[in-house]
Nanobody, 120 residues
Framework: QVQLVESGGGLVQPGGSLSLSCKAS????????MGWYRQAPGKEREWVAT???????NYADSVKGRFTISRDNSKNTVHLRMNTLKPEDTAVYYC??????????????WGQGTQVTVSS
């Protein structure tokens, strides 16, 4: 069984910074892409950033230049550093990973979500 557990959300003022982390654990054989999505109240979940196993990253235009995604393959962990936060960044942030488990084929897994609130 595979689990993704996020940490690091909270309340921050506009212009501030926050870091999120997500650790994958369980019956993992390999992990390809890892990423972050977010869902604001009343809106659909949207893609934020993705990082491949070789640390090649891609970002949504709305966060490019402000957010940095990285991963530690030795710890099955992905991080999201968020700078210059704006009120419109307020959302529940979800970790996502494409994982092959030892006893099953590859599948997409999600974390439980962590709240990020940007407000003065």
């Amino acid at each position: 069984q595979v689990q993704l557990v996020e940490s690091g959300g909270g309340l921050v003022q506009p212009g501030g910074s926050l870091s999120l982390s997500c650790k994958a654990s369980g019956n993992i054989f390999s992990i390809s892409t890892m990423g972050w999505y977010r869902q604001a109240p009343g809106k659909e979940r949207e893609w934020v950033a993705t990082v491949s196993s070789d640390n090649s990253a891609n970002y949504a235009d709305s966060v490019k230049g402000r957010f940095t995604i990285s991963r530690d393959n030795s710890k099955n962990t992905v991080h999201l550093r968020m700078n210059t936060l704006k009120p419109e960044d307020t959302a529940v942030y979800y970790c996502n990973a494409y994982i092959r488990a030892w006893n099953s084929g590859p599948d997409t897994y999600w974390g439980q979500g962590t709240q990020v609130t940007v407000s003065s």
